[in-house]
T-cell receptor, first 116, second 110 residues
């Protein structure tokens, strides 16, 4: 079946520009997560959605980062006024249940963001 | 005392041999653990999970062992194949936020 789909797969932009990253989760998955993977570092949690609500935004690095989810499905992660340190792979995951449901998170292939 | 496997950043294994990848986790409250495989240019791919009320779980060619006493997790891959070459991550959580280990790069020698 279809997995988590992310677009674009690669994005190169100039410092100071805004970018939007899109995630289409597995159909029926109510929970959606964004993580960031930087070179030489592990994956770090950014934000968690349960349905359209984001009960945990604690991982967003600054107020330049925001995310929304509509219709309990597609999510967009927006980075405003991009900085070079924002360069990373942004990964989206979804799971059947959220919270403490102990359901595996399934990842997309990510968006590779490069800030020049 | 009990012997616990050391986490190694890289592992080279002969095709057909068994592989053991180790992971030490930090949060004693973690109750759910997942192993992921990540190939170059791809996202992490779910391999197998285990809950804290178990100490062993088997899948197809893979076995996960959990030792809560020493906060240690291992992934065993039977009859390693070239397609098993990848970076392997363990992840832990006590809610929904996954915390990932440093990763082990597995290279399979023909």
């Amino acid at each position: 079946g279809a997995g988590v789909s992310q677009s674009p797969s690669n994005k190169v932009t100039e410092k100071g520009k805004d970018v939007e990253l899109r995630c289409d989760p597995i159909s029926g998955h109510t929970a959606l997560y964004w993580y960031r993977q930087s070179l030489g570092q592990g994956l770090e949690f950014l934000i968690y959605f349960q349905g359209n609500s984001a009960p945990d935004k604690s991982g967003l690095p600054s107020d330049r980062f925001s995310a929304e989810r509509t219709g309990g499905s597609v999510s967009t992660l927006t980075i405003q006024r991009t900085q070079q340190e924002d360069s990373a792979v942004y990964l989206c995951a979804s799971s059947l249940g959220g919270g403490r449901s102990n359901q595996p998170q399934h990842f997309g292939d990510g968006t590779r963001l490069s800030i020049l | 005392g009990e012997s616990v496997g050391l986490h190694l950043p890289t592992l080279s294994v002969q095709e057909g041999d068994n592989s053991i990848i180790n992971c030490a986790y930090s949060n004693s409250a973690s109750d759910y653990f997942i192993w992921y495989k990540q190939e170059s240019g791809k996202g992490p791919q779910f391999i197998i999970d285990i809950r804290s009320n178990m100490d062993k779980r088997q899948g197809q060619r893979v076995t996960v062992l959990l030792n809560k006493t020493v906060k240690h997790l291992s992934l065993q891959i039977a009859a390693t194949q070239p397609g098993d070459s990848a970076v392997y991550f363990c992840a832990e959580t006590d809610d929904y936020k996954l915390s990932f280990g440093a990763g082990t790069t597995v290279t399979v020698r023909a």
